[in-house]
């Protein structure tokens, strides 16, 4: 005779990048598993793996996880968490003295943690006054692409920039179906203030955050330090 089955109860978040609300159930133990076994490796492709599984299997929408940009998840992942586990976690933040570094553990209300914005049109960037170019923010499936370490690099970074370009226009024509060659060759030829004004683009991704002040229980240093992204929180 098969066992009764728990239900589970049903709730929605704002998902920025797609500017809807999606439904999703907390995570079971088996997912909570996989969660484990992921962070206790270090491995942030693992990480962000094991992260894009669960939402998978608790996502009752209709999207494609592998599509979504990286705050997005961030963002579904942090409420799938909160109604999963509690709404408060215990994160390790070190003192920012240099000669103290204590860790301590400090309490953070994930409610208190909003989601980002994202500016209408904020993705076209001007190169001059009559040639641009339509960007996107870099997807799961485009940073799965390449070893973090890879990322750090400027040959990672062109190779990422190159994925996340979706058209180059001028005021004649726009240009939608360039090969990944085309595109680097064009990224090559900007010069050093073109080139940075694309750079911006990425630098103000959005992505999660959260300010914490402490007091060091150690020196009596005030600190304050921004938690930035998925892993500043969970690991």
Same mark, same amino acid.
């Given at each position: 005779?098969?066992?009764?089955?728990?239900?589970?109860?049903?709730?929605?978040?704002?998902?920025?990048?797609?500017?809807?609300?999606?439904?999703?159930?907390?995570?079971?133990?088996?997912?909570?598993?996989? @969660?484990?076994?992921?962070?206790?490796?270090?491995?942030?492709?693992?990480?962000?793996?094991?992260?894009?599984?669960?939402?998978?299997?608790?996502?009752? $929408?209709?999207? /494609?996880? /592998?599509?979504?940009?990286?705050? $997005?998840?961030?963002?579904?992942?942090?409420?799938?968490?909160?109604?999963?586990?509690?709404?408060?976690?215990?994160?390790?933040?070190?003192?920012?003295?240099? %000669?103290?570094?204590? %860790?301590?553990?400090?309490?953070?209300?994930?409610?208190?943690?909003?989601?980002? =914005?994202?500016?209408?049109?904020?993705?076209? =960037?001007? @190169?001059?006054? $009559?040639?641009?170019?339509? @960007?996107?923010?870099?997807?799961?499936?485009?940073?799965?692409?390449?070893?973090?370490?890879?990322?750090?690099?400027?040959?990672?970074?062109?190779?990422?920039?190159? @994925?996340?370009?979706?058209?180059?226009?001028?005021?004649?024509?726009?240009?939608?179906?360039?090969?990944?060659?085309?595109?680097?060759?064009?990224?090559?030829?900007?010069?050093?203030?073109?080139?940075?004004?694309?750079?911006?683009?990425?630098?103000?991704?959005?992505?999660?955050?959260?300010?914490?002040?402490?007091?060091?229980?150690?020196?009596?240093?005030? /600190?304050?330090?921004?938690?930035?992204?998925?892993?500043?929180?969970?690991?």
């Amino acid at each position: 005779m098969a066992l009764p089955q728990v239900n589970s109860s049903r709730y929605s978040v704002f998902v920025p990048g797609l500017n809807k609300e999606v439904e999703f159930r907390p995570y079971l133990v088996k997912e909570e598993k996989i @969660l484990m076994m992921a962070m206790e490796s270090s491995d942030q492709k693992q990480i962000l793996g094991a992260i894009k599984d669960v939402i998978e299997a608790c996502v009752f $929408d209709n999207i /494609n996880v /592998n599509n979504l940009a990286v705050f $997005d998840l961030e963002v579904l992942f942090l409420h799938l968490r909160a109604k999963s586990v509690g709404e408060k976690i215990n994160v390790n933040v070190k003192c920012q003295d240099e %000669e103290c570094q204590l %860790e301590s553990p400090i309490e953070i209300n994930l409610d208190d943690i909003k989601a980002p =914005v994202i500016e209408k049109d904020d993705n076209v =960037v001007m @190169l001059s006054d $009559d040639i641009g170019m339509t @960007l996107r923010y870099p997807s799961f499936e485009d940073i799965q692409r390449f070893d973090p370490e890879y990322l750090e690099k400027i040959d990672g970074i062109m190779e990422l920039l190159v @994925l996340c370009i979706e058209n180059i226009f001028d005021t004649e024509e726009v240009y939608e179906n360039s090969s990944d060659k085309e595109k680097m060759e064009f990224i090559e030829n900007l010069n050093t203030d073109q080139f940075q004004t694309i750079s911006k683009f990425f630098d103000g991704m959005p992505s999660l955050k959260h300010d914490i002040e402490f007091t060091c229980v150690k020196c009596e240093k005030e /600190n304050k330090v921004e938690l930035k992204g998925i892993q500043s929180f969970f690991t």
